[in-house]
């Protein structure tokens, strides 16, 4: 593992005075277990709906109107679905075939098929989930970047068999990064290169301060998201 940077280890330190100080471990509820993951794209968008109610404890006025996002949003990702859910599941099924074999080439390109299908994906609900985050202030803005984070980075250690506690931890740690990342909201190399950090900051916390060496055995990190 490459040494920590100062970024690194000012995440690290931060991570552990928010849990330590805080009670942050007591206060983050720890991610659902034996939860299966979402069959559908109903399953799935209800799934963001209820997580986004309960993290950010919207209240009556602010629900009843989250629902009415979330509805459009839904509709605008069915449409989509009807038109591409076969084309997805084609390029997945092509890509796991693709990464049994030694072929780079076709593992780039069959990688390169299913991401561009995911990205288009995202631009379909796009405006959706831009009036969906208008409703919230800057504040739960910001708390809700911190729950996404977390549940993209607690995804990566599933074979890690997190305790809650670890689980909380990380939550902590991603709140924290997910400030950090706001700063780097454009698309030039600067801000590429400020995303890139604070994730190889958010990994090397959790992987030298929460995990157990047993448990950083089991991870294998994707490369940061530009």
């Not at 990205?119 to 208008?134: C, F, G, M, S, Y």
């Not at 910001?142 to 890690?160: C, D, F, I, M, P």
């Not at 991603?174 to 890139?196: H, V």
């Not at 030298?208 to 055995?217: D, F, H, W």
């Amino acid at each position: 593992m490459k040494q920590a940077d100062g970024n690194a280890k000012r995440l690290a330190v931060l991570m552990v005075g928010a849990v330590l100080l805080t009670g942050t471990m007591t206060q983050l509820s720890a991610t659902p277990r034996g939860r299966a993951a979402p069959k559908s794209a109903q399953e799935g968008v209800q799934a963001q709906q209820d997580l986004m109610i309960a993290e950010c404890k919207l209240d009556e006025e602010q629900q009843k109107t989250i629902k009415e996002k979330f509805k459009l949003k839904l509709e605008a990702l069915e449409v989509w679905n009807k038109a591409n859910a076969d084309k997805l599941t084609a390029a997945e099924e092509a890509a796991k075939t693709a990464r049994k074999g030694a072929d780079a080439g076709a593992k780039k390109k069959a990688a390169g098929d299913v991401k561009a299908l995911e990205v288009a994906r995202a631009q379909a609900t796009e405006a959706a989930d831009k009036a969906i985050l208008e409703v919230l202030s800057d504040e739960k803005k910001a708390l809700w970047a911190g729950v996404e984070l977390a549940q993209t980075t607690l995804s990566h250690y599933k074979r890690a068999n997190l305790t809650d506690e670890q689980t909380a931890k990380i939550k902590a740690a991603c709140a924290i990064a997910a400030k950090d990342l706001a700063a780097y909201s454009g698309d030039d190399k600067k801000s590429k290169q400020g995303k890139s950090g604070v994730h190889t900051s958010l990994n090397w916390a959790i992987d030298n301060v929460i995990l157990t060496p047993e448990q950083r055995a089991t991870v294998s990190h994707r490369p940061a998201r530009k």
